[in-house]
């Protein structure tokens, strides 16, 4: 099994940064593709962004792209999501989930197998 628990989310103004963080405990987190989602109020779950196992490939959602990095340290068993400029439309609950298909990381929520609770992301001025 795999406990993960996210922290670094907050209140931050339009066009601001934070940093969210993933910590992992349990089975083996190098082996494990990770990913971030987010779900809005009033809005299904929705892919952020995710990494392979190794960190070799990444993966943005579109209206990420440019914003967002994803990165994740094995040593250290963490995952990040760097977050620029951000937007009010950035306002959401954001979870890290562990996925242990060993391929390119996937984009649908439903493939993952490790959830963490969340942490929560306002943006506003």
């Known amino acids: 099994q795999v406990q993960l628990v996210e922290s670094g989310g907050g209140l931050v103004q339009p066009g601001g940064s934070l940093r969210l963080s993933c910590a992992a405990s349990?089975?083996?987190?190098?082996?494990?593709?990770m990913g971030w989602f987010r779900r809005a109020p009033g809005k299904e779950r929705e892919f952020v962004a995710g990494?392979?196992?190794?960190?070799?490939?990444?993966d943005y959602a579109d209206s990420m792209k440019g914003r967002f990095a994803i990165s994740r340290d094995n040593l250290k068993n963490t995952v990040y999501l760097q977050m620029n400029s951000l937007e009010p439309e950035d306002t959401a609950d954001y979870y890290c989930?562990?996925?242990?298909?060993?391929?390119?990381?996937?984009?649908?929520?439903?493939?993952?197998?490790?959830w963490g609770q969340g942490t929560q992301v306002a943006v506003s001025s």
């Open positions: 990494i392979s196992y190794g960190g070799g490939t990444r």
């Open positions: 349990g089975r083996a987190f190098s082996t494990l593709a």
């Open positions: 989930a562990g996925d242990r298909w060993p391929g390119v990381p996937r984009r649908q929520d439903y493939q993952y197998d490790y």
